[in-house]
């Protein structure tokens, strides 16, 4: 009984450590895809399009006259652009 429970702490443990560095990597890949012109959406709910990259902070103008130096780690996602022809 014992090993039965040893061994589904195990399984569990073992998820949990490769959802994280699927979390992880998929991160890393969303900040490196980061480029000028791209439009993001941050955690806070801002959305706006990438004007300057330096270094691990953007620049976003989220309204003609509005600009906001955040770091990388802040974007939570690409805004998916509509396809062309529909």
Do not use: C, F, W
């Amino acid at each position: 009984m014992d090993y039965i429970l040893l061994g589904v702490l195990a399984v569990m443990i073992l998820l949990l450590v490769q959802q994280n560095r699927k979390r992880k990597k998929d991160a890393e890949t969303l900040l490196s895809s980061l480029e000028v012109g791209s439009e993001i959406i941050l955690h806070s709910g801002i959305k706006g399009v990438i004007t300057e990259i330096s270094g691990d902070d953007l620049v976003v103008e989220s309204t003609p006259k509005t600009k906001l130096r955040v770091v990388k780690q802040a974007v939570r996602g690409v805004v998916p652009t509509p396809a062309e022809g529909n």
